[in-house]
């Protein structure tokens, strides 16, 4: 028999019993649409928002948007119970997405979209009615909160998997429009028989989606927005730049994924297209029928000068994109070329328009692979003369705990594989945009060799560095180069470097033996400064005019891979999410300690209660954020980890929710200690194994290393989903109104949570972030041991009007109240 008066003694003046609500089958197939929708509605919008803005400002964009999902429920504790009925919530976050797609899209604030400050409320309305529907959901059932809670993870772990063929197969504004499908139809399925005609109108909401997402794609009633002349450039992406009104430029072709969003565009000239990955700098796709006489003036460019050092036979391009990396080698003489390009749509695109290309990508002798490059490279066992990287981009938008998803592409790390891929005189080549670039690279390079027992001066004689005039940058995003050779320069492999760079009418930056002494980089030649030292003093100016400031420029790891975030201090817009993400967590659990005071000892109420959630949720991003990381490069590909690992973690989250509903309420504090300190031991042996184990398997079949991915992260989901719906259980024995609140509570932390992440990664390293999280574990477990022991040193206190010597059963829940 079950006493609830042992786990928190009964106040007469603040104990609320749950109406008696029954947890319907309808109920968990609403609250599993609504949990798929909103998952998969985050994705979509970091692939539909990743057009328009660049790094930070879609991890801010996105991570404010999903605050709506915490805020729902505080707003929930104000509302009365008529104005939050389940379906009417659901019914509204679906019919909320369309609206704000039409508004942002479609409406005259479209031209202003980039530039409008109070963007991110917009897209946080569909979250909002996500999370009243999903708060009032558990404040209704909060006494079967575990099963409830598994039916919402499973719908979210099943949107993980289906959102990546959803998005390749409708693209971003499609799957929002599905996504809004999906919530009505959760409407409709927990209307019931509340209102008359309430099933019938979500119906029809949902086939109205449904016309949205057919009508788009043919009549594009919501596409990419045109952006006036006037657009602030630092703020504008190139594609949206080329499109503005009045350019010849056109999008002839576009292809969704999981990944990006990659167009083709037609700027006028016959004998180029220029493919775009979310708007960013443009790869070339050259006119080719063939004949390589007619792309002679190729040769040229500054992407040619390895080929003038030496004659590469065998050639790795690293995200050869639109051919022109391929083309340089067939150019330059290379008998075989194989390719890693980690965007699947471009190999696609390349395919499609094979007539214009020459059919590049299947000629004689050149093979391409859709694969993240330095996993490729990692698992490859053959040597090349050459391996070539060219304006490679390093991140990318992911639902990565709605944070960034980032690249080891040009990690420490990866320049060592690189360096052991090369034959006896092999070349590693990087082309990149900026100053601080290059200097990042080749102090990597040093830093490389260094640790193989050069000296400083040793290792810089096996560096070339080159950029083209100034007038000519404006032309091309091949304006850097970095040369890194296996064997060191001797004085006249040098003299011949020298002589190719003032043959292509380029400026050399660095050539070991003969052009030492010039900036930047003649302290680490003379031996005067260390890597470390040179980094950080470090200064770059721009070139309008500001006064030189320092940049982040050490080399990046694998546990930092951040290659091209130079800033020194944290960036603005994580600085202002983590302020207002954090001041609004702590005012709302300030609050609730307030309102709460004067709980029992051993209660879940108060501060104490906002605190446990607030840790869950914000150790769970800490733990699932680096996880996603750890796993790009074991399996090729970042999509591909975030959707394992998503799907595994929630998975085995909602296995471990459903058990826990066959617990007594009685034993909820210790199973929940025992279950967090399991998810901390179990994130501490991920840190110290998980490395060596990922690299012993990494030349294994990719359906292993998924397999094995899945049975790694399924352990750590079923003991971390046991504490939230324990909790929740535990606090509705002592009060059922603070339910909804602590449910948002635990949903601004976990924002909160993936900002520390990134912070953390930025500023540490990804691992301190899994130390973080398991720390969070820890101390959540510490409160519900706390608990307990002040559980058993408290006397139970009978419900008023009851015999203290008959136990009380926890309320019987009766007939469904209807949605």
Same mark, same amino acid.
């Given at each position: 028999m079950e006493r609830p008066d042992v786990l928190t003694p009964t106040l007469p003046h603040s104990h609320t019993l749950a109406p008696p609500h029954l947890l319907t089958p309808a109920i968990l197939a609403g609250t599993f649409l609504v949990a798929l929708a909103g998952v998969a509605l985050e994705v979509a919008l970091v692939r539909v928002f990743a057009l328009l803005f660049r790094y930070h400002h879609l991890f801010l964009l996105v991570s404010v948007a999903v605050c709506g999902l915490g805020l729902g429920g505080l707003l929930r504790t104000y509302l009365p119970d008529r104005c939050c009925r389940l379906w009417t919530s659901a019914l509204l976050f679906g019919l909320s997405i369309p609206a704000v797609l039409l508004l942002l899209f479609r409406s005259p604030l479209a031209a202003r979209l980039v530039e409008t400050p109070w963007l991110p409320l917009v897209p946080m309305v569909p979250f909002l009615f996500a999370g009243l529907f999903l708060s009032e959901a558990f404040r209704r059932h909060a006494a079967q909160g575990g099963a409830l809670y598994a039916a919402d993870l499973t719908g979210a772990a099943l949107a993980a998997l289906l959102v990546v063929p959803l998005l390749e197969r409708l693209g971003g504004f499609g799957t929002c429009f599905l996504v809004a499908a999906l919530a009505c139809g959760g409407a409709a399925v927990v209307a019931g028989d509340a209102r008359r005609g309430a099933r019938a109108a979500c119906a029809l909401a949902a086939l109205a989606c449904l016309v949205l997402l057919t009508g788009n794609r043919s009549?594009?009633?919501?596409?990419?927005?045109?952006?006036?002349?006037?657009?602030?450039?630092?703020?504008? &992406?190139?594609?949206? &730049?080329?499109?503005?009104?009045?350019?010849?430029?056109?999008?002839?072709? %576009?292809r969704w994924s999981a990944f990006a969003r990659t167009d083709v565009t037609d700027e006028g000239s016959p004998e180029v297209r220029y493919v775009y990955t979310d708007g960013d700098t443009p790869t070339n796709m050259i006119r080719f029928d063939g004949d390589l006489k007619k792309v002679a003036e190729l040769t040229g460019q500054l992407g040619f000068l390895p080929y003038r050092l030496a004659r590469a036979q065998s050639v790795l391009a690293i995200g050869p994109g639109g051919g022109l990396d391929v083309l340089l080698g067939?150019?330059?003489?290379?008998?075989?070329?194989?390719?890693?390009?980690? /965007?699947?749509?471009?190999?696609?695109?390349?395919?499609?328009?094979?007539?214009? /290309?020459?059919?590049?990508?299947?000629?004689?002798?050149?093979?391409?692979?859709? *694969?993240?490059?330095? *996993?490729?490279?990692?698992?490859? %066992?053959?040597?090349?003369?050459?391996?070539?990287?060219?304006?490679?981009?390093s991140a990318t938008g992911s639902r990565a705990g709605i944070a960034l998803a980032e690249s080891y592409i040009h990690t420490r790390e990866a320049f060592a594989v690189y360096l052991d891929r090369l034959s006896e005189r092999g070349m590693y080549a990087l082309v990149v945009q900026e100053e601080r670039a290059l200097v990042r690279a080749f102090l990597t390079a040093v830093s490389v060799l260094a640790a193989r027992g050069e000296s400083v001066p040793e290792a810089c004689r096996h560096l070339v560095a080159a950029v083209i005039p100034e007038e000519a940058r404006a032309y091309t995003p091949y304006r850097r180069i970095l040369i890194f050779r296996r064997a060191p320069f001797a004085p006249e492999d040098a003299e011949q470097a020298l002589e190719a760079i003032k043959g292509m009418r380029a400026h050399p930056v660095f050539?070991?033996?003969?052009?030492?002494?010039?900036?930047?980089?003649?302290?680490?030649?003379?031996?005067?400064?260390?890597?470390?030292?040179? *980094? $950080?003093?470090?200064?770059?100016?721009?070139?309008?005019?500001?006064?030189p400031f320092h940049s982040n420029v050490a080399p990046s790891t694998d546990d930092r891979p951040f290659f091209l975030d130079f800033s020194p201090t944290l960036p603005v817009p994580l600085r202002r999410l983590l302020w207002g993400v954090g001041l609004a967590a702590g005012l709302s659990g300030v609050w609730l300690g307030i309102r709460r005071r004067g709980a029992p000892s051993g209660s879940l109420r108060?501060?104490?209660?906002?605190?446990?959630?607030?840790?869950?949720?914000?150790?769970?991003?800490?733990?699932?954020?680096?996880?996603?990381?750890?796993?790009?490069?074991?399996?090729?590909?970042?999509?591909?980890?975030?959707?394992?690992?998503?799907?595994?973690?929630l998975l085995g989250t909602a296995a471990g929710s459903r058990c826990s509903q066959r617990w007594p309420a009685a034993s909820l504090p210790a199973r929940v200690a025992i279950a967090a300190l399991a998810a901390v031991l179990l994130a501490l042996l991920y840190r110290a194994a998980l490395p060596g184990f990922c690299q012993a398997l990494l030349r294994e079949s990719l359906l292993l290393r998924e397999v094995a991915t899945l049975l790694l992260c399924l352990p750590l989901g079923f003991a971390l989903g046991v504490p939230f719906p324990s909790?929740?259980?535990?606090?509705?024995?002592?009060?059922?109104?603070?339910?909804?609140?602590?449910?948002?509570? /635990?949903?601004?932390?976990?924002?909160?949570?993936?900002?520390?992440?990134?912070?953390?990664?930025?500023?540490?390293?990804?691992?301190?972030?899994?130390?973080?999280?398991?720390? *969070?574990?820890?101390?959540?477990?510490?409160?519900?041991?706390?608990?307990?022991?002040?559980? $058993?040193?408290?006397p139970a206190a009978p419900a008023p009007g009851a015999d203290a010597s008959e136990p009380q059963r926890p309320p019987v829940a009766g007939a469904p109240a209807g949605g």
């Open positions: 009549l594009r009633l919501v596409d990419l927005p045109p952006l006036p002349p006037e657009a602030d450039p630092a703020l504008t &992406k190139p594609m949206l &730049k080329e499109l503005q009104p009045g350019s010849p430029a056109k999008i002839v072709a %576009t067939l150019l330059g003489g290379a008998q075989r070329i194989v390719g890693a390009e980690v /965007n699947a749509e471009i190999v696609g695109l390349m395919d499609e328009f094979r007539d214009f /290309n020459g059919d590049l990508y299947r000629r004689p002798g050149v093979l391409v692979r859709v *694969a993240d490059g330095r *996993a490729f490279t990692a698992r490859e %066992t053959d040597r090349y003369d050459l391996i070539y990287s060219a304006l490679t981009q050539v070991p033996h003969v052009l030492e002494s010039i900036p930047p980089f003649a302290p680490l030649a003379s031996g005067s400064q260390s890597v470390a030292r040179f *980094a $950080a003093g470090y200064t770059y100016s721009s070139g309008y005019g500001d006064a108060g501060l104490g209660a906002a605190l446990f959630f607030a840790l869950l949720g914000a150790g769970f991003m800490l733990l699932e954020v680096p996880l996603i990381q750890q796993f790009i490069l074991f399996l090729e590909h970042p999509v591909r980890s975030m959707s394992l690992v998503l799907f595994a973690l909790g929740i259980r535990w606090a509705e024995r002592d009060d059922v109104a603070q339910v909804p609140w602590l449910w948002g509570m /635990n949903g601004l932390a976990s924002v909160l949570g993936s900002a520390l992440a990134m912070v953390l990664a930025w500023r540490t390293g990804f691992s301190a972030a899994l130390l973080a999280g398991a720390a *969070a574990y820890t101390l959540a477990a510490a409160l519900a041991l706390a608990a307990r022991a002040a559980q $058993a040193a408290t």
